[in-house]
Every structure is written in structure tokens, then in C-alpha cells.
């Protein structure tokens, strides 16, 4: 285990649904984020939260709804997806600079696989 | 725009062989780039990261190249195994967020 967990694992849904993704992290990082992961494409940032505050929004359709309670909890609201929002959902965390000045290493989780019908 | 271009076939190469993987960057150089390694249905896990002012590091049977000149960093594993099969993604720095290849498949052959 990598220290940061992600439920559930996997998540079929209808396209009128509403599901949320949850990611836990203790190992004291400040930042967490949410990737969206598709077949043969790179993997794409969604939202960035330092210090429980929203930092960055790529952009990301307002069905795809970010919660960040405290440092160490993330969700992912879910509502009223579309057939090509499934993918693999990947949590991750870091303490940017921890390890190498400068750097940004990430830890991820093991991934929520979402199919939508 | 900033790229990672990653050689999106599937990398095949015979067991204890040095597989050879190929990342390259567009534009500017990072100050540094990173090694991930993904199974499948897991995710992502941090190998190796290598600064713009170094030209190697290596870690184990693993070693990673930066060469500015080219844009382009390298990642070697050295006498590889089956349990090496996976999926190596290379990121570049941007502004503390990472910018992402899409990742070569590698499959080591017994």
C-alpha cells in the first residue's frame, strides 16, 4: 500500500446518478489531487487542493463536483456523467519540495475505475 | 505549449537484456523530470527523478539520462525480468504541477 487509499475500487453508474469517489491520505502531505486517467492518453490533471484549499481547476466540467474537508480526506462528487467520463479516477499526494528542493513527487492511490452506461 | 512524448508502442524486449525507454520534451528544459511505474489497475509509483544539471542517476539496476541538447531523457533497466513488465510514465516540472507522457508499455520476455 502506498499510503494513500481510494474507494471504491471500481463504480458502475447511470448517467442520472449521483456517487462519490473518496480518497484518504496519513501521511501528513499537504496537497492532494485528482488525476483522470484514459486509455493511451497522459494522464490528466482535474483539481489541486494545498492546505484544504482549491489551488487549480483544469477546467473540469461542473458534473465533476471537488470536496476537501481537511488535509488528509478528498472526495470526488459525481453527478449526471456522460459515457466518455469513464475512466480510471487516480488520488494523489505530496508535500511539494519533500525529498528534493524544488521537485513535486507524487503518491498516488491505487485508482477508482468508473464506468458509466 | 509543453509536451512529454513517450513511444506509445509497446516496448518488447528478451529477459536480461537492458530495456531502453524514451522520453522527449518540447520547449523550454525542466528543471527536473520524473519516473513513474504503473501496473495495471494500480496507480502510479515514483522511480527516479533527475535534475536538468545532471546527466545520470541510477538507482539499483535502473538508470535515467538527462540530455538537454536533445530533450530527451532516457530510462534503463539493466538485466531485466518478467516482474519489470508494467507501464513507465515520464513527467516534467511545471510550476510545481506535473506534466504528463502517456506512457510506454514494456514486456520482458522469459
Known amino acids: 500500500e502506498t499510503g494513500v487509499t481510494q474507494t471504491p475500487r471500481h463504480l458502475v453508474m447511470g448517467m442520472t446518478n449521483k456517487k462519490s469517489l473518496k480518497c484518504e491520505q496519513h501521511?501528513?502531505?499537504?496537497?492532494m489531487y485528482w488525476y483522470k486517467q484514459s486509455a493511451k492518453k497522459p494522464l490528466e490533471l482535474m483539481f489541486v487542493?494545498?492546505?484544504?484549499?482549491?489551488?487549480e481547476n483544469n477546467s473540469v466540467p461542473s458534473r465533476f463536483s471537488p470536496e476537501c474537508p481537511n488535509s488528509s480526506h478528498l472526495f470526488l462528487h459525481l453527478h449526471t456523467l456522460q459515457p466518455e467520463d469513464s475512466a480510471l479516477y487516480l488520488c494523489?499526494?505530496?508535500?511539494?519540495?519533500?525529498?528534493?528542493?524544488?521537485?513535486?513527487?507524487?503518491?498516488f492511490g491505487a485508482g477508482s475505475r468508473l464506468t458509466v452506461l | 505549449s509543453q509536451k512529454i512524448e513517450q513511444n506509445s508502442e509497446a516496448l518488447n524486449i528478451q529477459e536480461g537484456k537492458t530495456a531502453t525507454l524514451t522520453c522527449n520534451y518540447t520547449?523550454?528544459?525542466?528543471?527536473?523530470l520524473q519516473w513513474y511505474r504503473q501496473d495495471p489497475g494500480r496507480g502510479p509509483v515514483f522511480l527516479l527523478l533527475?535534475?536538468?544539471n545532471e546527466k545520470e542517476k541510477r538507482k539499483e539496476r535502473l538508470k535515467v539520462t538527462f540530455d538537454t541538447t536533445l530533450k530527451q531523457s532516457l530510462f534503463h533497466i539493466t538485466a531485466s525480468q518478467p516482474a519489470d513488465s508494467a507501464t513507465y510514465l515520464c513527467?516534467?516540472?511545471?510550476?510545481?504541477?506535473?506534466?504528463w507522457g502517456a506512457g510506454t508499455k514494456l514486456i520482458i520476455k522469459p
Open positions: 513527467a516534467r516540472d511545471s510550476n510545481y504541477q506535473l506534466i
Open positions: 494523489a499526494s505530496s508535500v511539494p519540495g519533500q525529498g528534493a528542493p524544488g521537485a513535486n513527487v507524487l503518491t
Open positions: 501521511l501528513g502531505h499537504n496537497a
Open positions: 487542493y494545498n492546505f484544504k484549499e482549491q489551488t
Open positions: 533527475i535534475r536538468e
Open positions: 520547449n523550454y528544459s525542466p528543471a527536473y
